[in-house]
């Protein structure tokens, strides 16, 4: 019988240890990957038209329109021009039309990625000299010397540094950190993609995701929480430790068809136009309902997530190789039922 695939959680603190060199690498280098194997399946189009459309609102944000990744590459959405409190976007789910965590996946990396409050995690921690693989000086703090971020300069995101201060520093991120994870999106093969997505994305249930830093609320400063993202009480259940664009990525995965052509979009009513970012788009609660009005969750879903929490799994032999037969996805897809 094929196994299970999981990901192994370990509990981690909001506190770097004391030879901790690279803040948040670990966490960064899975959500990293989760972000290049989306790229790389939307841009090439296959997997049916629900995968394709839970892609689009994990790297917009927003189902609406088809979108396009070089707007992402150009630079910082108009959605994150205004940070306002790091707390609010990174370590509550309010589902107020602002982002929140699990907004999509490269909000989520701006919120492990971005230096916190007075230039934290650098000025905290001794030992610290990257924050997800990048220096002081690639994360916004000028000319690479720690005290143009020192403690009473105001320099970083927090829940107290927003607006044009923390830009500065978002911008540095998405230049860095977020482009970098997109741009390995366009080098990688579909199968390549989808056996990342069946790794990263099995979650036990009650567990947390693998870049997930703690439960605290990531307010971007030594004592308020750190720098992190925190999906607590993010689930479409309202108890489910993660974000919504993994959950609609993941249910999506079960049933997807990456027999049918890319054209087959066409068919769906999408059509090859330029993702508008300021297009209204559907904004989920925590029970999947949206915010105009449309209900988006389904009990059928939940059901089939209960039944299937390991389902993605199944798409890979023991050793990892995939199952790409055809006849051996229809299997797949009716062990579910």
Known sequence: MVKYLMVMMVAVGVCASSDEKNHNGEEHLALCSVLSAAVTIFQSGRGGPTLQK????????????????????????????NPESRKSWCGECRYYGDPYPGWSIPHDLLCLCTV???GHPFNSYGSVSQLCGRSVT??????????????????GWSTSSTGESARRHVEATWESVVKTCLKKGLN????????????????????SAAWER????????????????????????????????????YDALLTANFNLPPSYLNTTGFSNTTFDEGEDGDERGPNGDSHNGTHHGSSSTRRRRKRSNHAVSHLFKEDGTLLTHPLLWILSAAFLF
């Open 188 to 207: 990688l093969t579909v199968e390549e993609a989808r056996k990342t997505l069946g790794e990263k994305l099995t979650v036990e249930e009650h567990r």
């Open 54 to 81: 839970a892609l689009r609102r994990a790297l917009f944000g927003k189902e609406n329109g088809v979108g396009d990744i070089s707007t992402l590459l150009a630079e910082l959405p108009r959605t994150h021009h």
């Open 138 to 155: 690639e994360l916004g703090c000028d000319h690479g010397q720690r005290d143009e971020c020192h403690t009473g300069q105001g320099k």
């Open 116 to 118: 916190g409050e007075n």
């Open 214 to 249: 703690s439960h605290y609320y990531c307010g971007g400063d030594f004592s308020g929480g750190g720098i992190c993202v925190s999906y607590n009480l993010c689930g479409k259940n309202g108890y489910l430790k993660q974000p919504h664009w993994l959950e609609d990525v």
